[in-house]
């Protein structure tokens, strides 16, 4: 168990629908990451949270967005949901995040199915 | 372009015998390098990591990885596999002098027959 938490465990969905996804970092780290998980993509970095402010973005389309709130979770919005966004969402967290190869725990991942 | 490549998508190895999984990255300076392990229906577990020092680092469930920096590769290796080790395996980088987002490979899937 890796101390970050992560829910729901699947989601199922139809196309156009908007989803959010939740993500608790183990206790005292900072920044929170959101990553992506498809056959055809593979495990894509999709964005960095550090302390409630974005640190660092990746291949995250602008239908999706994210935020940290003050008690350090963070959520993860899907929207206007397409069957390509049908994928594993892996959330994240380490100490500080500071491009300093901080290591990153990862959460269980939430199943997303787009019908 | 700045890439990590797992060479093998698939690989199968008879219990007990010895494993070596290949990482190549591409990048300027040496990156920061991982082996995440993910077994199924699980998320990412890691077994071991390269900052400096060292090329030849200690994992967890008996893994170990070292560093070349002259092939710009970080393969993990295990004396004797176990039907447990069984997994998706996981190579990652974080570039130096940048943000800490992790860069993966496509992974290579480990069979273990009895």
């Known amino acids: 168990d890796s101390g970050v938490t992560q829910t729901p465990k699947h989601l199922i969905t139809a196309t156009g629908q908007r989803v959010t996804l939740r993500c608790s970092p183990r206790?005292?780290?900072?920044?929170v990451y959101w990553y992506q998980q498809s056959l055809d993509q593979g495990l894509q970095f999709l964005i960095q949270?550090?302390?409630?402010?974005?640190?660092a973005k990746g291949n995250i389309l602008e239908r999706f967005s994210a935020q940290q709130f003050p008690d350090l979770h963070s959520e993860l919005n899907l929207s206007s949901l397409e069957l390509g966004d049908s994928a594993l969402y892996f959330c994240?967290?380490?100490?500080?995040?500071?491009?300093?190869?901080?290591?990153?725990?990862f959460g269980p991942g939430t199943r997303l199915t787009v019908l | 372009a700045q890439s990590v490549t797992q060479p093998d998508i698939h690989i199968t190895v008879s219990e007990g015998a010895s494993l070596e999984l290949r990482c190549n990255y591409s990048y300027g300076a040496t990156p920061y390098l991982f082996w995440y392990v993910q077994s199924p229906g699980q998320g990412l577990q890691l077994l071991l990591k390269y900052f400096s020092g060292d090329t030849l680092v200690q994992g967890i469930k008996g893994f170990e990885a070292e560093f070349k920096r002259s092939q710009s590769s970080f393969n993990l290796r295990k004396p004797s596999v176990h039907w447990s080790d069984a997994a998706e395996y996981f190579c990652?980088?974080?570039?130096?002098?940048?943000?800490?987002?992790?860069?993966f490979g496509a992974g290579t899937r480990l069979a273990v027959h009895p």
């Open positions: 206790s005292g780290d900072l920044s």
């Open positions: 990652a980088v974080v570039p130096s002098g940048g943000y800490n987002k992790l860069i």
């Open positions: 949270y550090y302390n409630g402010e974005e640190r």
């Open positions: 994240a967290s380490s100490l500080d995040g500071a491009g300093n190869g901080d290591t990153q725990y």
